[in-house]
């Protein structure tokens, strides 16, 4: 049986606890990834490629094109927290064109101008 002292450092220690995984779970939510995409082209992006290695490629999905002269903000999706912050990026416009691929470090500079 539990005398009231102990029970109630059992209780802080638990409310400690649950305290510490609310922060926890705030702060993962918080560091969610993002970067954005200048576009200082006359064409709307509609398409951002972005590769680990050069080879394998996944996509962002555009809730809309990047109008050229505006700007775009893009969320990395949770599966890719633990990859490296340097990845290879193209983008595809309206009329079919996609750029050439380019190494681009996304923690050093989460900004990426396209030209």
């Given at each position: 049986?539990?005398?009231?002292?102990?029970l109630?450092v059992?209780?802080?220690?638990?409310?400690?606890?649950?305290?510490?995984?609310?922060?926890?779970?705030?702060?993962?939510?918080?560091?969610?990834?993002?970067?954005?995409?200048?576009?200082n082209?006359?064409?709307?992006?509609?398409?951002?490629?972005?590769?680990?290695?050069?080879?394998?490629?996944?996509?962002?999905?555009?809730?809309?094109?990047?109008?050229?002269?505006?700007?775009?903000?893009?969320?990395?999706?949770?599966?890719?927290?633990?990859?490296?912050?340097?990845?290879?990026?193209?983008?595809?416009?309206?009329?079919?064109?996609?750029?050439?691929?380019?190494?681009?470090?996304?923690?050093?500079?989460?900004?990426?101008?396209?030209?």
């Amino acid at each position: 049986m539990m005398t009231p002292k102990l029970l109630r450092v059992a209780l802080a220690t638990a409310s400690a606890a649950l305290s510490l995984v609310s922060v926890l779970a705030i702060s993962a939510k918080a560091e969610e990834y993002y970067f954005t995409i200048q576009n200082n082209t006359d064409l709307a992006i509609s398409q951002v490629f972005v590769s680990e290695d050069g080879t394998n490629w996944g996509y962002f999905t555009l809730k809309s094109n990047i109008a050229p002269k505006t700007e775009g903000e893009m969320t990395w999706g949770e599966n890719t927290n633990h990859e490296a912050c340097s990845q290879w990026i193209k983008v595809g416009f309206e009329n079919g064109d996609v750029t050439k691929p380019a190494k681009f470090d996304f923690c050093q500079n989460p900004s990426l101008v396209v030209d």
